[in-house]
């Protein structure tokens, strides 16, 4: 059994709260560690550092700040096992899929080292007779981040390399679930020489995030998780001046097209559904089989479900591990409980998987459902699971009215190959990421990751060039020099 404690300018720092949350290891079932619920204490220390800290680092130098992101960057490389181990010990997700999220979380901290480039300012000469202007971005001050227990290394680091990188302090709240992985990134932060303060740990739940929203020294909010936080964090900090950037929930659509290369969607369709158990917020969830493919597809996605090897992440063979909690696993099993009621046909059933040795473990199996439809709960809801819905529907026309109609609006994709139909999906679509032959269409770190409708609250996506605006405030300043001012004051909008 472990503690987790906070981590505040540059240390790991013993917390008097008495209140811990639990941490279960989902592959065996039992309570392997507790994380401390902060108090407010904690917070006062960490608020103290966090504002220190960014007085003198908001005027470091670009420069300076990207060449301790390029030494990160090496240390992570360097530890990227280590991370992994950490991750898929608390997770339970394969360990490929752990290695694999902190590279698309280090790709970020690639593109943060190239902030020199990316803070330079716009210049304009003679906007008015002998009168210049130009624009800057400055650091917003202290920023939080809140993240869920799904890529606890991933998900933070789209957030803090960017907001440190344009010279903020960054206050990181991870997931009680599996809290671990943060406090190693934050000591790898100052092993590569960030000053004490500029990365901040504080760990908790509800009661933590609570005191961020309203604390008037943290100028910006950025939060992944559920629709419901998402929706309840933007409302709330916004309401106290705060910048938010709020990315929730999905149910993300994937269309087959008859004229698609039906292997190449099964093998897209079987990833992208029970990878990670399903615990992805670009997982696919609903397959649309558009025409007469449907019986085929369903033939074929669940003759390759039924050999997917559902294992422990030590087990390097482990194609999907087990759900976070006893809690998630119950309300995944009843989401395929309420499916059965509702009339969609159960074609393969994960409910109560048993894997011999991890009887207590969370795991449930790959479950299919063919004839799902639109007003169904499992269609409009996300289950959070390794549980794929599919929906049948004779046009294309049928299939897009689909995903424009569903709450959702994270990703989706279409496995065809007409050029036509593909151009006119991703122009009609009203979804923020979209794939064509590509299943789980993640941008990279120099393009941005959001979504629409309820699966984003707030103006900006996440890193790329909208994180760069996001963790900055627009600065533009006209200059004259004395001896171009005409003598008198003048009394009308000056014009050119
Ligand atoms: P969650 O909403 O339960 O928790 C996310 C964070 O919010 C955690 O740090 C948690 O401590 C905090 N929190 C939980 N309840 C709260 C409350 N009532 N008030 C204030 N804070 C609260 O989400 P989760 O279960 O950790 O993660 C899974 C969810 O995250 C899924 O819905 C998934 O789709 C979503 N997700 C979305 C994206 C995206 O990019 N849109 C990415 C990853 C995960």
């Known amino acids: 059994m472990y503690k987790i404690q906070n981590y505040i300018n540059g240390k790991i ?12 290891n989902p592959t065996t079932g039992e309570l392997q560690g507790e994380v401390v619920n902060s108090n407010d204490k904690d917070f006062e220390l960490l608020i103290k550092s966090s504002t220190n800290a960014f007085n003198d680092w908001s005027n470091e130098t670009p420069l300076r700040r990207s060449r301790i992101l390029a030494k990160y960057k090496n240390l992570i490389e360097k530890n990227l096992n280590d991370l992994a181990k950490i991750i898929s010990s608390e997770h339970g997700k394969t360990l490929e899929d752990a290695k694999g999220s902190v590279t698309r979380g280090l790709e970020v901290v690639e593109f943060a ?3 020199p480039h990316l803070l330079k300012g716009e210049f304009s000469q003679n906007v008015g007779r002998n009168i210049d202007s130009w624009s800057v971005r400055q650091p917003i001050g202290v920023s939080a981040g809140i993240t869920p227990f799904n890529f606890p290394a991933m998900v933070p680091m789209w957030m803090f390399p960017i907001s440190i990188a344009c010279g903020n302090s960054f206050i990181l709240k991870p997931s009680e679930k599996d809290p671990s992985c943060s406090i190693k990134l934050a000591e790898l932060f100052s092993e590569a020489g960030l000053p004490d303060g500029v990365f901040n740990v504080i760990n908790g739940n509800k009661n933590v995030v609570d005191k ?7 100028k910006s909010i950025s939060f992944v998780g559920s629709t419901p936080v998402a929706k309840y964090i933007y409302k709330e900090a916004t309401s106290f001046g705060k910048r938010v950037q709020s990315l929730g929930g999905a149910k993300n659509h994937l269309l087959v097209m008859p004229d698609a290369n039906l292997e190449q969607a099964v093998d897209g369709i079987i990833g992208a559904a029970y990878g990670s158990a399903g615990e992805r917020c670009m997982a696919v969830s609903v397959a649309v089989a558009i025409g007469n493919i449907g019986d085929k597809l369903v ?8 050999t997917l090897k559902v294992a422990p992440w030590t087990d390097d063979q482990a194609n999907m591990g087990p759900l976070i909690t006893l809690e998630h696993k119950k309300k995944v099993e009843n989401y395929i409980n309420i499916g059965e009621k509702e009339g969609a046909k159960l074609i393969l ?3 109560n998987f048993k894997l011999q040795g991890y009887e207590k473990g969370f795991f449930v199996g790959p479950t299919l459902f063919d004839n799902v439809n639109k007003d169904m709960q499992i269609y409009k809801e996300e289950i959070f699971g390794p549980v794929l819905c599919v929906v049948r529907v004779d046009t294309y026309e049928e299939a ?3 995903v424009n109609d569903h709450a959702f609006g994270n990703g989706t994709s279409i496995y065809t190959s007409d050029g036509d139909v593909s151009r006119h999906f991703t122009t009609h679509c009203k979804i923020g990421m979209v794939g064509i032959n590509v299943p789980i ?5 120099f393009h941005s990751f959001g979504g629409w409708k309820q699966s984003l609250y707030g103006d900006h996506s996440m890193h790329g060039s909208e994180g760069i605006r996001f963790y900055t405030n627009l600065k533009t300043t006209t200059s004259r020099w004395p001896n171009s001012i005409s003598k008198g004051p003048e009394f009308k909008i000056p014009t050119n």
């Open 13 to 24: 720092l013993e917390s008097e709260s008495k209140d811990f949350l639990k941490i279960f």
């Open 113 to 115: 080292c190239g902030i």
């Open 212 to 218: 961020i929203i309203a604390h008037e020294d943290i």
């Open 299 to 306: 033939e074929d996605i669940n003759r390759k479900a039924q």
């Open 349 to 351: 059933d994960g409910r």
């Open 400 to 402: 897009l009215k689909l």
């Open 441 to 445: 269409p993640v941008p990279m770190a």
